[in-house]
């Protein structure tokens, strides 16, 4: 890897770190970032996952205002998140390559829809009587969206977002607060079960990692200013570029 190179990948684990901490889809800037440099998918993919850890975390403690009185629906989720996360490390190992890929777009597609709709569904739905961990439905949901992160990775925030949208009744801020943390716990079981099984690329680790820190805290700030039809429109802008991405790559 050349010094420009380098650069290059670190510029990209900033921007990804940015990215996740205020929708999700990073994974779509530092894995073709990764390819681009000759790392083989497999590896690019695996060094990806361990290299964004930091910036999720920087990410979650960027937003740790949000997630004040969180704690019940963080364990609860994030066990989900946790189960999910090493199901989906666990597939990416033992299934051939682009098995589970061809599902993504339908994934984010379906998420779209979800963020979009979920004010409107949201006031339909208010005669219900939701739980406020969202349920069985959410952890499902979630589980489903942990085993997809695991795999691969790119938009699962627009999935938790969307889900957690529908089934919760809370501000889309703490709910951002929330996916990220949940996406932190799937970075790490996966890029813990990665780091024993898997090839990994240790030095593009470091340097996505370096850049992710930073992007993580960025976001967090970036993040937390935006308005939630705002927010929502930068969602809907990072899905439909990542399904532009994946059909096309």
Same mark, same amino acid.
């Given at each position: 890897?050349? %010094?420009?190179?380098?650069?290059?990948?670190?510029?990209? !684990?900033?921007?990804?770190?940015?990215?996740?901490?205020?929708?999700? @889809?990073?994974?779509?800037?530092?894995?073709?970032?990764?390819?681009?440099?000759?790392?083989?998918?497999?590896?690019?993919?695996?060094?990806?996952?361990?290299?964004?850890? %930091? !910036? @999720?975390?920087?990410? #979650?403690?960027?937003?740790?205002?949000?997630?004040?009185?969180?704690?019940?629906?963080?364990?609860?989720?994030?066990?989900?998140?946790?189960?999910?996360?090493?199901?989906?490390?666990?597939?990416?190992?033992?299934? %051939?390559? *682009?098995?589970?890929?061809?599902?993504?777009?339908?994934?984010? *597609?379906?998420?779209?829809?979800?963020?979009?709709?979920?004010?409107?569904?949201?006031?339909?739905?208010?005669?219900?009587? &939701?739980?406020?961990?969202?349920?069985?439905?959410?952890?499902? !949901?979630?589980?489903?969206? *942990?085993?997809?992160? *695991?795999?691969? !990775?790119?938009?699962?925030?627009?999935?938790?977002?969307?889900?957690?949208?529908?089934?919760?009744?809370?501000?889309?801020? &703490?709910?951002?607060?929330?996916?990220?943390?949940?996406?932190?716990?799937?970075?790490?079981?996966?890029?813990?079960?990665?780091?024993?099984?898997?090839?990994? #690329?240790?030095?593009?680790?470091?340097?996505?990692?370096?850049?992710?820190?930073?992007?993580?805290?960025?976001?967090?700030?970036?993040? /937390?200013?935006? @308005?939630?039809?705002?927010? &929502?429109?930068?969602?809907?802008?990072?899905?439909?570029?990542?399904?532009?991405?994946?059909?096309? /790559?």
């Amino acid at each position: 890897m050349t %010094p420009l190179e380098a650069a290059g990948i670190v510029l990209a !684990g900033v921007f990804a770190g940015g990215i996740n901490t205020v929708v999700g @889809s990073g994974t779509l800037v530092t894995f073709p970032a990764l390819l681009a440099v000759g790392f083989p998918p497999v590896v690019a993919n695996v060094s990806n996952t361990l290299g964004l850890v %930091p !910036g @999720s975390v920087t990410g #979650a403690i960027g937003y740790r205002r949000e997630l004040a009185g969180q704690l019940p629906r963080l364990l609860r989720l994030g066990t989900a998140s946790l189960v999910g996360g090493a199901v989906g490390a666990v597939l990416l190992l033992v299934l %051939p390559p *682009g098995a589970f890929e061809t599902i993504v777009p339908v994934l984010i *597609g379906l998420a779209l829809v979800l963020v979009v709709v979920q004010p409107w569904l949201s006031r339909k739905l208010s005669e219900w009587e &939701r739980h406020e961990h969202g349920g069985v439905a959410l952890f499902a !949901g979630v589980f489903a969206a *942990g085993v997809y992160g *695991g795999y691969f !990775g790119a938009a699962q925030g627009v999935l938790l977002v969307g889900l957690m949208g529908i089934l919760m009744t809370e501000t889309l801020q &703490r709910i951002n607060a929330v996916k990220n943390v949940l996406a932190a716990v799937v970075n790490l079981v996966s890029g813990v079960i990665f780091a024993f099984v898997a090839e990994v #690329a240790w030095d593009a680790v470091a340097l996505i990692a370096g850049g992710a820190i930073v992007g993580g805290m960025i976001g967090a700030k970036v993040g /937390r200013k935006l @308005s939630p039809t705002v927010l &929502r429109g930068v969602i809907v802008v990072v899905g439909v570029t990542a399904i532009v991405q994946l059909l096309v /790559r």
